[in-house]
């Protein structure tokens, strides 16, 4: 098993920026993939940002231009930094880790993961 654990949340205004780290603990010798989800109020938890198990870096819409994944294997953390964050960026974040190797498409879809962070709450006011 995989635990992920998210923190770095934070209170920001437009414009500002945040860098949650999600740390992970237990089996991490498995190519796993590795991503960011989003769930905001009353929205479904959708894909940001992920790093498949061949190290191939993909942005959903969400995360396309403002933010950036990346990864210390020697920490087994993983980043998001969110630059230039609006209103609407306002979600809880979640960190995901799958059970096996997964590349591509599926690095970005919700249904390829098994392990969940607990969230970390990103509020952007205007």
């Known amino acids: 098993q995989v635990q992920p654990v998210e923190s770095g949340g934070g209170s920001v205004q437009s414009g500002g920026s945040l860098r949650p780290p999600c740390g992970a603990s237990?089996?991490?010798?498995?190519?796993?993939?590795m991503g960011w989800f989003r769930q905001g109020a009353g929205k479904e938890r959708g894909g940001v940002a992920a790093i498949d198990s061949d190290g191939k870096i993909l942005y959903a819409d969400a995360g396309k231009g403002r933010f950036t994944i990346s990864q210390d294997k020697a920490k087994n953390t993983q980043y998001l930094q969110m630059t230039s964050l609006k209103p609407e960026d306002t979600a809880m974040y979640y960190c995901a880790a799958s059970a096996y190797y997964c590349s591509s498409w599926y690095a970005l879809q919700r249904s390829t993961y098994t392990y969940w962070g607990q969230g970390t709450q990103v509020t952007v006011s205007s």
């Open positions: 237990g089996d991490t010798t498995r190519r796993q993939c």
